[in-house]
């Protein structure tokens, strides 16, 4: 089975803190994805990747960046964190596989910043 | 933007009873996705259709495209209180390279009382 893993299930941060989301995916997947989920907005693409050292911005990459120096692993970083940017974080992976990609997604990290 | 706006918002059966979910999207697509989301967890995904297809089933799931009126059904049949959970309709647009960007609802809130 695809293992996608989030390295917190919970964090709590203090605004201004630099803070750091990792995923590690176990199946060789191109493509990575980190999306936020808040109420009533459903999931909204921060940034994506689709291959090592390669970034794309999403939906709402504004407060963010992404890092993905090897290929299982794709980091989201909040520069300097704030109150708004409290949500829960998912990610998720999926290969190349020409019109029919279907993403798997981790747990889930639930970040609350104070 | 949402592509995919799911309807209802919110939904509350009895066990044994059939659940309709529906989705509506904007722009042409390549093919259309639902996915299950159980409280606090990551998506699962559960069907795919793609553009050139009308109908598929997946076990009690049955899923609907209709492109011509840019919208697709999700039906559970026999739903149990295991089908609690939250479901989200997805779309990969069309045309160019989109790495398998996917586009989420805001989902709908499916409860099965016993």
């Known amino acids: 089975d695809v293992k996608v893993t989030q390295s917190s299930r919970y964090l709590v941060k203090r605004t201004g803190e630099k803070v750091f989301l990792e995923c590690v995916q176990d199946?060789?997947?191109?493509?990575m994805f980190w999306y936020r989920q808040d109420p009533g907005l459903g999931l909204r693409l921060i940034y994506f990747?689709?291959?090592?050292?390669?970034?794309e911005k999403g939906d709402i990459p504004e407060g963010y960046s992404v890092s993905r120096e090897k290929k299982e692993r794709f980091s989201l970083i909040l520069e300097s964190a704030s109150t708004n940017q409290t949500s829960m974080y998912l990610c998720?992976?999926?290969?190349?596989?020409?019109?029919?990609?279907?993403?798997?997604f981790g747990a889930g990290t639930r970040l609350s910043v104070l | 933007s949402q592509q995919g706006e799911e309807d209802p918002q919110a939904l509350s059966i009895q066990e044994g009873e059939n659940a309709t979910m529906n989705c509506s999207y904007k722009?042409?697509?390549?093919?259309l996705q639902w996915y299950r989301q159980n409280s606090g967890r990551g998506l699962v995904h559960l069907i795919l259709?793609?553009?050139?297809?009308r109908e598929k089933h997946s076990g009690r799931l049955r899923v609907t495209l209709d492109t011509s009126k840019k919208s697709s059904s999700l039906l559970i049949t026999a739903s149990r209180a295991a089908d609690t959970a939250s479901y989200f309709c997805?779309?990969?647009?069309?045309?160019?390279?989109?790495?398998?960007?996917?586009?989420f609802g805001q989902g709908t809130i499916l409860t099965v009382h016993p």
């Open positions: 998720a992976s999926s290969p190349h596989t020409g019109g029919k990609n279907i993403q798997y």
């Open positions: 199946m060789d997947h191109e493509n």
């Open positions: 990747s689709y291959d090592v050292k390669m970034k």
């Open positions: 722009t042409s697509i390549n093919n």
């Open positions: 259709i793609r553009s050139n297809e």
């Open positions: 997805a779309t990969e647009r069309e045309r160019g390279t989109s790495y398998g960007k996917l586009t």
